[in-house]
């Protein structure tokens, strides 16, 4: 499966979702399973993976993901849908105060990549008023001051609020990456203004035809690639499907085999489909050499230290990809 030089970084996975645990819809399928996922992924030639925390608690559980295995790293931080929580704790600062230490022990064992995934989502009102969101979205900014950590960031149908807020705190925050990209062309235009911002692209960001024209439009120095599995995978109704190449036998839920993987649930190896589906669209013929401008990319954001170890090579061979 794995090709020659084919190296991937999936900054999006989900682990703490249920689903990882064979939990859907709170009926329990089939075992826990993230170590076959794992192998999968790394298989697929994904080498490092992102799990991405959305509360205090999930960031907690998704730091002890992280514990379990070298290329696995998280973020902390609380989604736009979740900002509720810092005044149910009772204490705003508090909550505040606990992420900040989170985020502080992780950077210390080298786990904690980024803060997030925060932002705003005006598709979820019913979770979180938007007064609320902003406010914690704003919030936010001050733990990425604080640990220096790039941000990673969400926005669905928020184009103008997202935007501002950027710019009122664009000295706070050293780089980001606006994940789970599915905006217009214009919103993408306004985040590429930004020269430390980067945008993330999933199955979500492929849907339709008009999906494919907006991710063409985005540099591929500017570009991440993800799963942000268990969720958007590439479907087979997808514009992009066309550009898939490479596929493993699946089988449903019910019928779990820890060798296939499940119908419906995306995962990290397919992160993969990412890749073809955007070297298509962008008539890239050598994916190897998009995967290796990615993953500089990516790097570059949130392993910097390790840019010398693991990219120098790839400098060399992948920067003309376009
Ligand atoms: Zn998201």
Known sequence: MASSSLR???????????????IYNGRQCHVADIPAVLTRAWTAGVDRIIVTGGSLEESKEALAIAETDGRLFCT????PTRCKEFEESGSPEGHFQALLSLAKEGVEKGKVVAIGECGLDYDRLHFCPSE???????????????????????????????YS????????????????????????????QFDNLFIGVNGCSLKTAENLEVVRGIPVD?????????????????????????????????????DCTVKGRNEPCFVRQVLEVVAGCKGIGDTDQLSNTLYHNTCRIFFPHDLDSVADTLLAGGHNAQ
């Open 8 to 22: 991937m970084i999936d900054i999006a996975v989900n682990f703490t979702d249920s689903m990882f645990k064979g």
């Open 76 to 79: 902390v931080g609380v989604h």
């Open 132 to 162: 609320i969101q902003k406010k914690y979205f704003e919030k936010q900014f001050e733990l990425a001051e604080a640990v220096k950590l790039p941000m990673f960031l969400h926005m669905r149908a928020a184009a103008e609020d997202f």
């Open 165 to 192: 807020i950027l710019v009122q705190n664009r000295d706070r925050f050293i780089a980001g990456v606006a994940h789970s990209f599915t905006g217009s062309a214009e919103d993408r235009d306004k985040l590429l």
């Open 222 to 258: 500017r570009m991440m690639i993800e799963t942000d599995s268990p969720y958007c995978e590439i479907k087979n109704t997808h514009s992009g499907i066309n550009f898939v190449k490479s596929t493993w036998s699946s089988k449903k839920k019910e019928k779990y085999d820890r």
